[in-house]
C-alpha cells in the first residue's frame, strides 16, 4: 500500500460513526477531511518515524493528528470572516456546503478530535503514555498562540501595512512552519528517538518549511502572471508583502536551494535510509502547484 | 486562599508573556479568560482532587485547562455566524472588542492552550505521563463531536424544529453536562484515583449538569417573565423546546430535587469529606442567575 493511502485510511477510520443527531457535523468533517491534498505533514511523521526505526503503527495516530490540525485550520481560513473563500482544492470550501455554523465546529470539533486520538488507549499502546504525551505537548504548541495560529495574526497585521522581511518570515515560521516542523518532531518521538535526532528533524523542518513557503510565493506570482499573459515577475509589489516582493524571484529561488541543502544536511545524524526524506525535500522544491 | 482566587492565579499565569507580533490575539485571550464567571468546571476539578487525597498543585493544571476550553466555546458561540451575542456576563463579547477574525483565532488558540498546559513538563512533574494522557484524553473527547460540540450541532437542529425531551436531553447532556461531567472526572483521575471513584464522579457530574441546565431554563422563564411583568411561565411554549416548555415548572422543580439528591447519593463511594460537593450541588440547585 503506498503511503497515501496507509495515511488515509488511518484518518478516515477516525471520522466518528454511531452519532445520529450530529450527522450533518459528521458529514462536514468527513468532507473535509476527504478532501484531498499532498499529506505533506502526516508523511513527514511516518518518514521520521521509519527513519528512527518506529513502527507505522505506532505513528499513525500522531500523523492523523496533524493532518487534523492542518484541516480544521483550512476550513476555519475559509470562513467569511477570515480569508471568505469559496473554493479549496477545486472544491466548494466547507462552509459554502455545510454552513458557516457547521463550519465553524467541524474546525473546533477537528481540533479536539485530534488530541483526542494521540491520547486513547490504543495509541499509547502502540507507543506509550511518555510518547503521547509528549507529542501532545509538540502539536498544541506549535498550532497555538506561538505557533501556527499566531502566525495567521501576523499574518492579519502584515496586510494592514507594507511588512519587513524579518515579519515575513516570522510569519511564514509560525503559520506554516510550525505545524511542518511538528510533524518532523512528532515522528521521531513516536519512535523513542533520541533528542539529537528530535532536534536534527526540527531544523529539517524548519528548513523545508520556510523553503516551502517561498516555493508557494514564486508560483504565486509566476503562476497567475502566465495565466494573465503578463510578463512574469510584473505584479510584484502590488500587493501585500511576500518574499517576491521583498527580495525578488532570483534571489527567492537562491533561497529555496540553500534551504532545501541545509535540510537535506541536517538527516546525516540519522544512521537509517535517509533517501524518502531527501526526496520529499526536492519535491517540495521543484513542485509546480 | 480561596479557590477561585488559586485557579484565577493559575490560569492567568497560563497566559502568553513574550509574543509581540501577536499581541492583540494573547490580549483578546486575556479578555476572555478574566471575564470572570462562576469558575464551577475548575472547582470541581479541584474538589474532586481534594476528595481522592490528591495535591491542588497537581489538579490546577487540568482545572485550568477545562476552564479554557470553556472559555473558547463562549467566544465562538457568540460570533456573528452562531448566536451573535453583542454582549457577554455584562461585558461586550470577544468580537465586540477584537473583531470576528481576532475572536476566532483566540478561540482556536485557546483550545489548543489547554492541551499545551496538561501536557507540559512541569504538569507531569507534579502528577504523572498516564494521568495527564488519561485527562486529555477525558478533556477532548467530551469536548468534540460527541460531546460540546455535538450537543452545539443538537441545539442547533432543536432550533429548526419542535424537539422531544429525548432530544433536548441529549443535546444538554452533551452541551452543558459534558464539561462538566469531563471536570469531575479530570479530578478523580489527577488525584490517581480507582475507576470506582471515577464512575462515581461521572455520574455526580452527569447528574449536577443536567440539573444545571433545567435551572437555566426556569431562570430563563421566570426572570424575563418577572422583567417583562408577565405572570411567571406565560410564555412557555413560544420559543424553541426546554426543559420548561416540554415538563412545565413544577415538574422541573421536582427533577432538580431528585438529580441533586442523586448527584450528591454518588458522593458515598469516597472516604474524604464531601462538604464542599454537596454544597456545591446543592447551590447549583437554588441559584438566582
Known amino acids: 500500500m503506498n503511503d497515501i493511502k496507509l495515511i488515509e485510511e488511518a484518518l478516515y477510520s477516525y471520522i466518528p460513526k454511531e ?7 459528521v458529514s462536514s468533517i468527513e468532507y473535509s477531511l476527504k478532501a484531498g491534498g499532498k499529506r505533506i505533514r502526516p508523511r513527514l511523521v511516518l518518514e521520521f518515524s521509519r527513519l528512527c526505526h518506529g513502527s507505522d503503527k505506532a505513528a499513525l495516530p500522531f500523523a492523523c493528528a496533524v493532518e487534523m490540525i492542518h484541516t480544521y485550520s483550512l476550513i476555519h481560513d475559509d470562513l467569511p470572516c477570515m480569508d471568505d473563500d469559496d473554493m479549496r482544492r477545486g472544491k466548494p470550501s466547507n462552509h459554502k456546503v455545510y454552513g458557516e455554523e457547521i463550519a465553524l465546529l467541524a474546525g473546533d470539533a477537528l ?11 490504543e495509541t499509547i499502546n502502540n507507543s506509550s503514555s511518555d510518547c503521547a504525551v509528549r507529542c501532545i505537548n509538540i502539536l498544541s504548541d506549535y498550532c497555538g498562540t506561538s505557533g501556527m ?3 495567521q495574526v501576523i499574518d492579519l497585521e502584515n496586510e494592514k501595512k507594507t511588512a519587513d522581511l524579518d515579519s515575513v518570515t516570522e510569519c511564514n515560521l509560525k503559520k506554516t512552519g510550525a505545524l511542518i516542523k511538528a510533524a518532523c518532531e512528532m515522528g521521531c518521538v513516536s519512535a523513542s528517538a533520541d533528542e539529537e535526532k528530535i532536534s536534527a528533524a526540527r531544523s529539517y523542518g524548519e528548513n523545508i518549511g520556510i523553503a516551502f513557503q517561498i516555493v508557494d510565493d514564486i508560483l504565486d506570482v509566476t503562476s497567475s502572471d502566465e495565466e494573465l499573459g503578463k510578463p512574469v515577475g510584473s505584479d510584484i509589489g502590488n500587493n501585500k508583502s511576500t518574499y517576491v516582493s521583498l527580495l525578488g524571484i532570483d534571489e527567492c529561488k537562491k533561497r529555496v536551494d540553500s534551504m532545501t541543502s541545509r535540510a537535506i544536511e541536517c538527516l546525516s545524524v540519522f544512521d537509517g535510509d535517509t533517501n524518502a526524506l531527501k526526496k520529499l525535500a526536492l519535491n517540495l522544491k521543484s513542485r509546480n502547484k
Open 149 to 151: 495560529v499566531g502566525g
Open 19 to 25: 452519532l445520529v443527531r450530529e450527522k450533518n457535523l
Open 111 to 121: 481540533q479536539s478530535l485530534a488530541f483526542d486520538i494521540m491520547s486513547r488507549k
